[in-house]
């Protein structure tokens, strides 16, 4: 298994022009929250439901990504995990404040947002790496991450 900087190097190699950095800090988190709201919209088994928090098809697979992410780094995977739970938050508040169904906002979001990561990979000429493994669906993410704990100086 390649360690964390590993991953973060060979994803920022297919990641160096500014336009197509701007664009990946702008729809990649886009696209993890589409991909939340998705799930979050899918019905879920009313008998695995606690009652205490929302359980359900969101909160499922990020827990499974967690687990990923606190296998790389435990410093960078509470980041992550930081940015999830705020993720489930907006999830569920918009589901029952805005004027249209969570899943059709989540759906057009989703589209667009990787419209734009394809654009940006026209830009830097390279394809997206995911491509290659798909590992790097969730390493985009934790690039970006990665750069608020440098900015922040804390050690990932």
Not at 68 to 76: E, I, N, T
Not at 104 to 132: N, Y
Not at 134 to 149: D, E, H, K, R, T
């Amino acid at each position: 298994m390649r360690s964390l900087q590993q991953l973060l190097d060979e994803y920022a190699g297919s990641h160096t022009h500014p336009g197509n950095k701007l664009i990946h800090w702008i729809c990649v988190p886009l696209i993890v929250w589409s991909v939340v709201a998705l799930l979050w919209s899918l019905p879920f088994p009313t008998a695995l439901q606690t009652g205490l928090a929302p359980f359900n098809w969101a909160v499922v697979a990020l827990v499974l990504a967690q687990v990923y992410y606190f296998r790389l780094s435990v410093q960078l995977g509470t980041g992550v995990f930081l940015f999830n739970l705020f993720l489930l938050w907006l999830a569920s508040m918009l589901e029952m404040a805005a004027p249209w169904p969570l899943w059709l906002m989540a759906l057009v979001v989703f589209v667009l947002a990787w419209i734009g990561q394809f654009v940006g990979h026209v830009l830097e000429g390279k394809r997206p790496s995911f491509f290659k493994d798909l590992q790097f669906l969730l390493i985009g993410p934790a690039w970006l991450m990665s750069f608020v704990y440098r900015q922040l100086g804390l050690r990932y």
